[in-house]
């Protein structure tokens, strides 16, 4: 489902309380619970995470111990400051 498909079959109008709400075709949220996978978010990360292993990192394994370096020889800090509260 393509998001200008969504723009254009949607309206917006008030609930019976006087809020605004969306209304959209029956068929076309029927169609959106339909592309939504069923799976739980914690297995769609696994997912996401083996597929980042089946493709590798083209930057060499040099390239990111010298940023590490970089970043522990560069670390960034802020001064304490007064915000004007009554917390510190």
Request: aromatic share 6%; glycine share 2%; charged share 30%.
């Amino acid at each position: 489902m393509d998001k200008q498909t969504l723009q254009r079959a949607a309206h917006i109008t008030t609930d019976s309380e006087g809020n605004p709400v969306v209304q959209l075709p029956l068929s076309l949220w029927e169609a959106v619970l339909a592309s939504v996978e069923d799976t739980p978010q914690d297995e769609r990360i696994k997912a996401l995470l083996a597929s980042w292993d089946a493709d590798p990192d083209p930057t060499p394994s040099v390239w990111w111990d010298e940023f590490a370096a970089d970043l522990r020889a560069s670390r960034f800090r802020l001064p304490k400051r007064d915000l004007g509260s009554d917390h510190s």
